[in-house]
């Protein structure tokens, strides 16, 4: 597993090199992505990239690493982490993932990771086990809210937080490839709903009860 990037230890010029990777791959993917085109487009030359990365697989390897950061840091600091009760914040990080990928207005870029885990997984093993590492650490994360509200409202519910919160990135994944064929975010912006009523029926939320 790759250790964490001090964003404060980044040069510039590696800086702009991994924002540039970052936006080509999420973009174009990664067989489709030249160093020439990262150097370009951070205005770096190919000099300047090996003076910093090895390869185009050393530079995919920090651009996840820095991608899954950037929203780990946006999850942490996002409103619904204020809420005091826990189902409220589950549902407030729904709400929360629904305004992040644009709601209806605009079209989601997609995930990085989960684009790369889905073109790279058979042929570079080592960005497949960073791809794992970070969905790992987001369903964690999930799952900590999501085990505090099963402690508050249903304890007796029949279900795994951890194993919830791995179901949530599936589907959250697989909708994020559908908006992007379709064009639209409505099967995203859909499923996610799907997923909150769902969720409703596990923690036992009936028409009178209901929440959000």
């Not at 487009?41 to 990365?53: L, N, W």
């Not at 207005?105 to 889905?118: E, F, H, N, P």
């Amino acid at each position: 597993m790759l250790n964490r990037t001090d964003k404060s230890e980044l040069s510039e010029t590696k800086r702009k090199l991994l924002d540039e990777g970052i936006k080509l791959m999420r973009l174009k993917g990664y067989n489709a992505t030249t160093v020439d085109d990262i150097c370009a487009a951070a205005g770096v030359t190919k000099g300047g990239f090996f003076h910093y990365f090895k390869s185009k697989e050393d530079i995919a390897r920090e651009a996840i690493v820095r991608f899954g950061e950037g929203r780990s840091e946006e999850i942490i600091d996002a409103p619904f982490r204020k809420i005091k009760d826990p189902l409220d914040r589950v549902f407030g990080r729904l709400d929360f993932i629904k305004d992040s990928v644009g709601g209806a207005s605009r079209l989601t870029k997609g995930c990085l990771i989960g684009m790369l885990a889905q073109e790279i997984s058979t042929t570079h093993p080592s960005l497949r086990g960073i791809c794992q590492d970070a969905f790992l650490r987001m369903a964690e994360d999930f799952a900590k809210d999501l085990a505090a509200a099963k402690a508050a409202e249903a304890p007796k519910a029949q279900f795994d937080p951890k194993s919830l919160a791995l179901l949530y990135i599936s589907i959250f994944q697989g909708s994020t490839m559908m908006a992007k064929v379709s064009e639209s975010n409505d099967v995203l912006l859909g499923n996610i709903e799907q997923f909150r009523q769902y969720l409703k029926l596990l923690f036992g939320l009936t028409a009178v009860k209901s929440r959000n």
